[in-house]
């Protein structure tokens, strides 16, 4: 039997509106924990201003100080959050193991969730923002995006095929025929995307791309100085761990990033804490150990680690503009977790970031490809020109890349997730929501 549900997950909402939100997670440990837990927090639109956890293996306690995108935690349906942090707690899975959690298929004995994916087919008159407008609505619903193809007919309207899953389990319980229940079927989203040319997976996928980046002129001053981190080890302040001191400039998922890599990587937080921002600057301390419990000694190791550390808090996904034919095609690619899992939210993220750019989507597609030994999420939209704003310009596109790394990397421009209450009290509100942007 599990320890009581209410005290597995505490969350503490403050009495002035200014401060943060205390989440307390208090569990038995399992690998990757910690990077579940970020994760869902980065699909709420919360960002974790401080943070302290400790382990001994075997129990965790982790404590998280929480403020929304923007000051508005009304928005935050606080009660979905706590179940979606439950149901990947060890202790809450043991008495209900009938949620539909199974044995995972990474070899190593973790649970995964088993969700049903689901096809949405919209079909309707294109228009600018309509892609953003539809994830906007999928993500207030709390449904995780997999995959996606768009297509543009030669009379102006639009194909939207959407490889959703509903972790949550709504769509079991919701009636919600009047626009997904013809549309949605399991499949298998497992399919792996059309090769990229040679030329542009070696510039998307290789990592001296950072260092081309941090010389160019095209970046603005403000996006250069996120090419700056640093990853020291020490062994000689513990006698059985390693301590990672870690700054870097301060970024949305800088905190999921840095623990997905230890999950990656395998080995163990023993005792941690994310210190709040200083002058725009995270400085984390980490006590680590490999899985047999040991200190990392290895050099080697420890350079890789380092190395990946900086990679993945220096480039948390890479963005690229090439031509293809006549059209312009915009990529943009993220690493996957070991779990199989790609970063949250990117889909939204680009949209939305086109779509303030007043830039229209031809088509749109989501796909893994395999590259340096690695696997990654691709995103890639073909893009209408325009006389507003001609893809064909330099500058232009310049002013692109600079949107979408300023979106990915800032917290001000986020819409919140609403949660299962707004799903329960106003679900066919969004259905109609939907239906308006379609028309």
């Not at 935690?73 to 979606?84: A, T």
């Amino acid at each position: 039997m599990g320890i009581p549900s209410e005290d597995v997950v505490l969350i503490q909402l403050p009495k002035d509106p200014s401060e943060p939100t205390v989440v307390t997670v208090n569990c038995p440990d399992k690998p990757g924990l910690g990077c579940d837990l970020c994760r869902t927090l980065l699909e709420f639109g919360l960002s974790i201003t401080r943070a302290d956890f400790s382990t001994d293996g075997r129990w965790c306690y982790i404590v998280f100080w929480l403020v929304p995108n923007v000051p508005n935690s009304c928005k935050i349906d606080w009660e979905s959050l706590k179940n979606r942090l439950l149901s990947m707690c060890p202790s809450f899975l043991v008495p209900f193991v009938y949620f539909g959690y199974q044995q995972g298929g990474d070899g190593n004995g973790s649970s995964t969730l088993s969700s049903s994916v689901y096809l949405l087919k919209l079909c309707c008159l294109d228009r600018k923002g309509l892609l953003h407008d539809v994830t906007r609505i999928l993500s207030d619903l709390e449904f995780s995006i997999q995959r996606v193809k768009v297509m543009t007919t030669p009379d102006g309207r639009v194909i939207d095929l959407f490889f959703i899953t509903d972790g949550m389990k709504f769509l079991a319980e919701v009636e919600m025929k009047m626009w997904c229940c013809r549309h949605l079927y399991k499949h298998d989203q497992s399919r792996a995307m059309p090769s990229l040319p040679p030329a542009v997976e070696e510039e998307l996928f290789t990592y001296e791309l950072a260092s081309k980046e941090a010389s160019s002129k095209e970046l603005k001053s403000d996006l250069m100085t996120l090419k700056k981190a640093s990853v020291t080890v020490d062994n000689w302040l513990s006698p059985a761990l390693t301590l990672l001191q870690i700054q870097c400039v301060d970024q949305k998922g800088l905190f999921y990033d840095i623990l997905r890599t230890s999950k990656d990587f395998d080995f163990q937080i023993a005792h941690g804490r994310f210190s709040s921002s200083v002058k725009g600057y995270r400085n984390l301390d980490l006590f680590i150990r490999e899985a047999n419990g040991k200190k990392i000694v290895d050099p080697k190791h420890q350079n890789v680690l380092c190395s990946r550390l900086k990679e993945e808090m220096l480039h948390p996904f890479r963005v690229i503009i090439v031509n293809r034919g006549p059209d312009t095609e915009l990529l943009v690619a993220n690493p996957v977790e070991s779990s199989g899992k790609g970063r949250p939210r990117v889909f939204y993220d680009v949209t939305l970031a086109l779509k303030m750019l007043g830039i229209c989507i031809f088509s749109a597609e989501i796909g893994r490809h395999s590259a340096s030994d690695r696997q990654w999420e691709v995103y890639r939209f073909l893009l209408d020109d325009s006389h507003e704003f001609p893809l064909t310009s330099n500058g232009a596109r310049n002013q692109l890349v600079d949107r979408l790394l300023e979106t990915g990397r800032s917290w001000q421009n986020f819409h919140i997730t609403s949660g299962f209450k707004r799903f329960q009290k106003h679900g066919l509100g969004h259905c109609s929501e939907l239906c308006k942007i379609a028309m």
